[in-house]
């Protein structure tokens, strides 16, 4: 125990714990694949509207996420999520004493946050399309995609040296790809796992390698940033400019105004998608979504009055009205009156009738019927 509030009383306050850093890495790789089902879903309803954008996924949200991650980073110095979770970045080297964000250190933060990801699915896509994916992993390389067949053309046999130099030369980058990028990509995970780990042990300030090469550590908002942010009010966007009396500049300056606005409030918009999708899911789950949905029982048709030609209905409803006698096995015919089993068996398979009503019967629609007396 000793030891624990030791621990606690040398911690640092500003420094956000290992879970607040995996917790904003998974709301930023937890968005896009939201977005592709989103855009998959309307792509069936819409499909011209949508199919080329569902097609260029990645380069479309990675289009809308520079310029959500520069509003942030510009405005309140951390990415999106960071923000979300209360967070910005610090320059390691203070200028002039101020550790805010440069603009070299902006841009920097976008190649990390948007171009990174970027590139990493593309190379990622294209290992899988040169090796085979889990089909030649699983069943051998006969599923691997051949590579003469890629670079050969209908001519290959006429072509010019300069291009069978470059055909090889494409060939031997693809071979030396399909060979390392399996060990690259190992070391690109291992850097941020062991970063992870030394970042938890108080090894490093920096919770990944690609921080640490911009030297930008991630802080929590203090209580003089927030102050601070209060006493600016809305961020701005650089399409603002002075008014000066131009309708022009008016136009100009409501859309600044407007693509500000909506991207502040993407952190509200957020956290209100996901209370309404958690409520959504707690009311298809209920019992009250299914007592919505459930219809009331219909009515009981009108019962069959009796035929003017058929037999009478002795006013003892205890007696058969075929036999006038008490009655033994009961059973209903389709048109709802009751009599004995036999009787009402033997008339139906004789004159396919009920013998009250005359309407048409048959001896599978007889039911009998069961008391607990």
Same mark, same amino acid.
Request: glycine share 6%; with cysteine.
């Given at each position: 125990?000793?030891?624990?509030?030791?621990?606690?009383?040398?911690?640092?306050?500003?420094?956000?714990?290992?879970?607040?850093?995996?917790? +904003?890495?998974?709301?930023?790789?937890?968005?896009?694949?939201?977005?592709?089902?989103?855009?998959?879903?309307?792509?069936?309803?819409?499909?011209?509207?949508?199919?080329?954008?569902?097609?260029?996924?990645?380069?479309?949200?990675?289009?809308?996420?520079?310029?959500?991650?520069?509003?942030?980073?510009?405005?309140?110095?951390?990415?999106?999520?960071?923000?979300?979770?209360?967070?910005?970045?610090?320059?390691?080297?203070?200028?002039?004493?101020?550790?805010?964000?440069?603009?070299?250190?902006?841009?920097?933060?976008?190649?990390?946050?948007?171009?990174?990801?970027?590139?990493?699915?593309?190379?990622?896509?294209?290992?899988?399309?040169?090796?085979?994916?889990?089909?030649?992993?699983?069943?051998?390389?006969?599923?691997? +995609?051949?590579?003469?067949?890629?670079? +050969?053309?209908?001519?290959?046999?006429?072509?010019? !040296?300069?291009?069978?130099?470059?055909?090889?030369?494409?060939?031997?980058?693809?071979?030396?790809?399909?060979?390392?990028?399996?060990?690259?990509?190992?070391?690109?995970?291992?850097?941020?796992?062991?970063?992870?780990?030394?970042?938890?042990?108080?090894?490093?300030?920096?919770?990944?390698?690609?921080?640490?090469?911009?030297?930008? +550590?991630?802080?929590?908002?203090?209580?003089?940033?927030?102050?601070?942010?209060?006493?600016? !009010?809305?961020?701005?966007?650089?399409?603002?400019?002075?008014?000066?009396?131009?309708?022009?500049?008016?136009?100009?300056?409501?859309?600044?105004?407007?693509?500000?606005?909506?991207?502040?409030?993407?952190?509200?918009?957020?956290?209100?998608?996901?209370?309404?999708?958690?409520?959504?899911?707690?009311?298809?789950?209920?019992?009250?979504?299914?007592?919505?949905?459930?219809?009331?029982?219909?009515?009981?048709?009108?019962?069959?009055?009796?035929?003017?030609?058929?037999?009478?209905?002795?006013?003892?409803?205890?007696?058969?009205?075929?036999?006038?006698?008490?009655?033994?096995?009961?059973?209903?015919?389709?048109?709802?009156?009751?009599?004995?089993?036999?009787?009402?068996?033997?008339?139906?398979?004789?004159?396919?009738?009920?013998?009250?009503?005359?309407?048409?019967?048959?001896?599978?629609?007889?039911?009998?019927?069961?008391?607990?007396?």
């Amino acid at each position: 125990m000793e030891f624990m509030s030791d621990m606690l009383s040398g911690a640092d306050s500003g420094k956000p714990s290992l879970f607040e850093i995996v917790a +904003q890495h998974k709301m930023s790789d937890l968005i896009e694949p939201a977005l592709r089902h989103l855009t998959s879903v309307y792509a069936h309803r819409y499909p011209r509207q949508l199919v080329r954008i569902l097609n260029w996924h990645e380069e479309a949200y990675a289009a809308v996420m520079l310029l959500v991650e520069r509003h942030y980073l510009r405005a309140y110095g951390g990415s999106f999520a960071e923000h979300f979770y209360g967070t910005k970045r610090v320059r390691t080297r203070k200028i002039r004493g101020d550790s805010s964000l440069t603009r070299g250190d902006v841009w920097g933060s976008l190649a990390l946050l948007v171009g990174l990801p970027l590139a990493k699915a593309r190379l990622d896509q294209y290992y899988e399309k040169v090796s085979g994916g889990d089909a030649a992993r699983l069943l051998g390389s006969a599923f691997a +995609q051949t590579e003469q067949s890629e670079y +050969q053309s209908p001519d290959a046999g006429d072509a010019s !040296g300069f291009r069978r130099r470059l055909v090889s030369w494409m060939l031997g980058l693809k071979r030396l790809f399909k060979l390392y990028y399996p060990h690259a990509n190992f070391i690109y995970h291992a850097a941020t796992a062991l970063y992870y780990v030394a970042y938890m042990f108080d090894r490093t300030n920096y919770n990944s390698p690609w921080l640490h090469i911009l030297g930008l +550590q991630v802080r929590r908002l203090s209580a003089a940033d927030y102050r601070a942010m209060n006493e600016r !009010g809305a961020a701005t966007s650089d399409l603002a400019a002075p008014a000066n009396g131009s309708p022009i500049r008016a136009v100009r300056n409501m859309v600044a105004y407007l693509l500000a606005g909506g991207l502040d409030f993407l952190k509200v918009l957020l956290p209100l998608s996901i209370f309404f999708y958690r409520f959504l899911e707690w009311w298809h789950r209920s019992d009250f979504h299914k007592k919505v949905q459930m219809l009331p029982p219909p009515k009981p048709p009108m019962p069959l009055k009796p035929h003017p030609d058929g037999l009478a209905v002795p006013e003892d409803q205890a007696l058969c009205p075929m036999c006038k006698e008490p009655r033994t096995n009961p059973a209903a015919a389709p048109s709802g009156y009751v009599f004995c089993y036999p009787c009402i068996f033997n008339h139906v398979s004789d004159k396919r009738t009920c013998p009250v009503t005359l309407a048409e019967a048959h001896a599978s629609d007889i039911r009998k019927l069961y008391s607990e007396s």
